[in-house]
T-cell receptor, first 110, second 115 residues
Framework: DAKTTQPPSMDCAEGRAANLPCNHSTISGNEYVYWYRQIHSQGPQYIIHGLKNNETNEMASLIITEDRKSSTLILPHATLRDTAVYYCIVFETNAGKSTFGDGTTLTVKP | GAVVSQHPSRVICKSGTSVKIECRSLDFQATTMFWYRQFPKQSLMLMATSNEGSKATYEQGVEKDKFLINHASLTLSTLTVTSAHPEDSSFYIC???????????FGQGTRLTVV
């Protein structure tokens, strides 16, 4: 069973910030939040992950609420190539498996 | 990021035959590999988890005698679909973790079509 819930779809204008929310209300203390995206017919691509602090890399920013029950992935300047299904998953780094939910289909429009 | 290579990217086979899919970590040692299956317009479904040198752990409902997983080295895992049937047609994806890296990296996937 997926431990996260995400809206099924979102639209974003090209050049604007895309903010993708994720609820993970049952997250445990040693579980990280990971974000991946999948472009049609390709394997998922790692974006970013975090435990409790906000994180930023060259692709995106990750904002995790203080109670860790939800997070938001931010693509600061969305491009058409960012159109994909975005998955938020939680798992322990030293444990095993990651279970994917249904993800959010982000469509970036010109 | 780390590179995980999956081969072949596409395969068509006849019903009743077996197909082997390879998953290689090219620049790190993968202590754990995961195999997923994805049907059209659906999310990834975890099939099994394998640790190097150990037997794979299968998810509920996944037939271990049908989907044979071998993780004999730190850079290679294979998934063999035995006696394939048309309902096994799907997109199979592997991912790998290890080498002190916490995130899992995914292969490009294998599109299996059983005719």
């Amino acid at each position: 069973d997926a431990k996260t819930t995400q809206p099924p779809s979102m639209d974003c204008a090209e050049g604007r910030a895309a903010n993708l929310p994720c609820n993970h209300s049952t997250i445990s203390g040693n579980e990280y939040v990971y974000w991946y995206r999948q472009i049609h017919s390709q394997g998922p691509q790692y974006i970013i992950h975090g435990l409790k602090n906000n994180e930023t890399n060259e692709m995106a920013s990750l904002i995790i609420t203080e109670d860790r029950k939800s997070s938001t992935l931010i693509l600061p300047h969305a491009t058409l190539r960012d159109t994909a299904v975005y998955y938020c998953i939680v798992f322990e780094t030293n444990a095993g498996k990651s279970t994917f939910g249904d993800g959010t289909t982000l469509t970036v429009k010109p | 990021g780390a590179v995980v290579s999956q081969h072949p990217s596409r395969v068509i086979c006849k019903s009743g035959t077996s197909v082997k899919i390879e998953c290689r970590s090219l620049d790190f040692q993968a202590t754990t590999m995961f195999w997923y299956r994805q049907f059209p317009k659906q999310s990834l479904m975890l099939m099994a988890t394998s640790n190097e040198g150990s037997k794979a752990t299968y998810e509920q409902g996944v037939e271990k005698d049908k989907f044979l997983i071998n993780h004999a080295s730190l850079t290679l895992s294979t998934l063999t679909v035995t006696s394939a049937h048309p309902e096994d047609s799907s997109f199979y994806i592997c991912s790998a973790r290890g080498g002190g890296v916490t995130e899992a990296f995914f292969g490009q996937g294998t599109r299996l079509t059983v005719v």
